[in-house]
């Protein structure tokens, strides 16, 4: 079994920057892939990025070049620097991990960004 656990979420104003956290612990499947969801009221979750155990990482369109996915293998630990941030970015904000066949969620974070 695999728990995630998210950091970093907050209130922050319209142009502001946060950065998510996502650490994993329990049995990790070496060869897996991290990815951040989120979902905002009354919308479907959506993918906003993920990245490979080797590093490669594919973004939305709505966050490229303003979000930046990364991770720390040594650490079990996947990350979300997120810049520029509109109202629009507001949601919950969830860590998730493929491993195999199996997926793994967190529990969510909340971002809201006030304009």
């Known amino acids: 079994q695999v728990q995630l656990v998210e950091s970093g979420g907050g209130l922050v104003q319209a142009g502001g920057s946060l950065r998510l956290s996502c650490a994993a612990s329990?049995?990790?499947?070496?060869?897996?892939?991290m990815r951040w969801h989120r979902q905002a009221p009354g919308k479907q979750r959506e993918l906003v990025a993920y990245i490979t155990r080797g590093g490669s990482t594919n973004y939305a369109d709505s966050v490229k070049g303003r979000f930046t996915i990364s991770r720390d293998n040594a650490k079990d630990t996947a990350y979300l620097q997120m810049n520029s941030l509109k109202p629009e970015d507001t949601a919950v904000y969830y860590c998730n991990m493929l491993a195999d066949i199996n997926i793994y969620w967190g529990q969510g974070t909340q971002v809201t960004v006030s304009s």
């Open positions: 329990g049995s990790i499947f070496s060869n897996n892939v």
